[in-house]
């Protein structure tokens, strides 16, 4: 292992567990995972980030200097299909410019159509590395991420209905803490499988009326749960199913742009860019199964989710369906969102009760 290299990725999710798999194991270099996000590292990435900039990109520079702080020589910026492909370089500027003296290694300079690129962009963060050993590391990788994502939904769809408060999160914690022991794709099934019969075991009471609620909107905010002020979390406690299609797994694994086209064809001409077109799928699909309400969740001054607005209120009218519009920026209140999820529960329950 080369000591010297200490690779940090921006906070996102329950994925940092992946991301040290691929780099320890695949890479052969140390990972250091910048701690989770907070206040604080709000408060430090939008101190030195552009004011209107969303709040992804906050975010990620507090990520950065945390991670800088707690050891990382090498950070991997990320790639994306709206603006955040662009993010990579202002980051490096930034951090120059605040005599941060550490190696980028910019993803958004690779592409899917040349798997080349990649390798390329693996070979800055340790040139001594050995492809076969990272192809293979890469495919447990994948496997890690769908498993990561598959016990998410499940926790997401029970959790508000168990007996005793706290055992799933323990169960999840627990999963996620035995991942990072982890040394082949079988080890990862093994754990999971594992993980997933304590999940099954755990006591659940539900209701005779299950509400269901469809969480859509932007990759970031909605996957990274601090910026959206744990509003899942929130909701399941309340008795409700969550669903969420939005992660990794679906959205680069699994995407079929072509069929979400097909489908919302009524509504969307165009494409819209980013997470608008799933968004505007998984809302369309939610309202004819005839789910109780849709959240939509989008970082402040989000384009691509601000256009898929309209359509989503257009789906509502059409389908009876409430949907809830949440916009967090790094100046939210706390206070403003539990009562606006309070009136939200109140109203999605009356409905249920008159129906
Ligand atoms: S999808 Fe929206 S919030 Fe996310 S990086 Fe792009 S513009 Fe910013």
Known sequence: MNEKIKVACPRFGNYHIALEFLFTKGLGVEYVTPPPSTKKTLEIGSKYSPDFVCSPFKFNLGNYIEAIEAGANTLIQTGGVCRLGYYGELHEQILKDLGYNVNFVNMSKASYNNPLSFYNEFKKVNPNMNIKKVSTVLIATLKMVECIDEIDDFVRQNVGFEVKDGSMEKIQEEFLEELRSAETKKDIEKITKKCKKRLKDVKLKKPKKIMRVGIVGEYYTIMEPFSNHYIEKELAKKGIVIYRWMNVSNSVLHHNGKEQKKEIKNYVKYYMGATSMATVYKTLEWAKAGFDGIVH?????????????????????????????FSFDSQTSETGIQTRLEAFYDMIMMRKEKK
């Not at 969740?297 to 809830?324: H, R, W």
């Open 297 to 325: 969740v989008k970082s402040f001054g989000c384009t691509p989710e601000i256009d898929a607005m309209p359509v989503l209120q257009k789906i509502s009218n059409d389908y009876k369906i409430p949907i809830l519009y």
